[in-house]
Every structure is written in structure tokens, then in C-alpha cells.
């Protein structure tokens, strides 16, 4: 089965950048589609960023024109640029997987994001 891991998570100033990767192993030709959630503490986990099998890309409203999610085959680069204090929380990447009748959906570890004002 898919297991996803994550790496590039760390310590920014505010304005800063900061890439995220998410490497996928493991019955890679059935992942459909791949993303980044995040959870602030205190808050809901919402959706950062998302692409589908044929490159078609949807963001949150706070990521967009700010992040960037591109797909290399089952993995996938997440750069946040201009990054703010408020986007500081725990980054999640996410594959949808097809096998065979049906759809689920996969999770990473999660790599915490900290952006200091």
C-alpha cells in the first residue's frame, strides 16, 4: 500500500520560503491525486493545496498566488513563498488512491512549519 513521507519543514522568517516534498512508495501507479492539508492548533485541518493525474491544481484561498504544487509522477513539491506567522502549523501530505472498486485516501506523518514574525 502507498505510504507517504514528508520532509522540508522547518524554522522561517516572516516573507520567507520554504519547499515541502512528499515522496510516495509503494503501488505508486494507483495514487489518482496528491496534496497538502495543514492543522494550526486550535483549529481545523484545511486544505493548502491539491493536484490530480492530469496536472489540474486547486488551493486554499490563503495559498493562492502565494504557493505551489507540482507533481513529478507519485511525488510531489509543495513551495509556499511570502510565508506569514498564521501559516505556521503542521503540514500533511495526502494521495487518493484507486484500488480497484474503490477510492481512499492516504496519509503522511505530517512536518511542522513554523514561521516567526
Known amino acids: 500500500q502507498v505510504h507517504l513521507v514528508e520532509s522540508g519543514g522547518g524554522l522561517v522568517q516572516a516573507g520567507g520560503s520554504l519547499r515541502l516534498s512528499c515522496v510516495a512508495s509503494?503501488?505508486?501507479?494507483?495514487?489518482?491525486?496528491m496534496g497538502w492539508y495543514r492543522q494550526a492548533p486550535g483549529k481545523q485541518r484545511e486544505l493548502v493545496a491539491g493536484?490530480?493525474?492530469?496536472?489540474s491544481t486547486t488551493y486554499g484561498n490563503f495559498a493562492e498566488g502565494r504557493f505551489a504544487i507540482s507533481r513529478d509522477n507519485a511525488n510531489n513539491t509543495l513551495i509556499m513563498n511570502d510565508l506569514k506567522p498564521e501559516d505556521t502549523a503542521v503540514y500533511y501530505c495526502t494521495a487518493g488512491v484507486q484500488l480497484a472498486s474503490q477510492l481512499v485516501v492516504r496519509w503522511g506523518q505530517g512536518t511542522q512549519v513554523t514561521v516567526s514574525s
Open positions: 509503494g503501488g505508486t501507479d494507483t495514487i489518482k491525486y
Open positions: 493536484i490530480d493525474s492530469v496536472g
